[in-house]
């Protein structure tokens, strides 16, 4: 089993930043992609980013391309995710997932491919 945990969501104004964590345990996540997807009432839980098992290459929607990095810390057994340049659209539950497919070469994008899941953290952008 794995537990994720998710941290280092709050208020915000437009145009700050944060980070946001997300750490393993119970097994090590080194081997596998990891993700971050948000989610506001009423709308599915959308991609954000991902990270290749080896860290080598990560993926990001269009809306936030240039403002989030995703990276991960194999030794901490932890990914992040900075968010720079908030907007009030990115005000969302943000969830960490692991994929389900180990070292996988491509790193997917959709929902369906994670298995564990963390509870989320709130962001919330103010105008």
């Known amino acids: 089993q794995v537990q994720l945990v998710e941290s280092g969501g709050g208020l915000v104004q437009a145009g700050g930043s944060l980070r946001l964590s997300c750490a393993a345990s119970?097994?090590?996540?080194?081997?596998?992609?990891m993700g971050w997807f948000r989610q506001v009432p009423g709308k599915e839980r959308e991609f954000v980013a991902a990270?290749?098992?080896?860290?080598?290459?990560?993926f990001y929607t269009d809306s936030v391309k240039g403002r989030f990095t995703i990276s991960r810390d194999i030794a901490k057994n932890t990914v992040y995710l900075q968010m720079n340049s908030l907007k009030p659209e990115d005000t969302a539950v943000y969830y960490c997932?692991?994929?389900?497919?180990?070292?996988?070469?491509?790193?997917?994008?959709?929902?369906?491919?994670?298995?564990?899941w963390g509870q989320g953290t709130q962001v919330t952008v103010s105008s």
């Open positions: 990270i290749s098992w080896n860290g080598g290459s990560t």
């Open positions: 997932a692991r994929e389900s497919g180990r070292r996988t070469v491509l790193v997917p994008q959709t929902k369906g491919a994670y298995d564990y």
């Open positions: 119970g097994r090590t996540v080194s081997s596998y992609a």
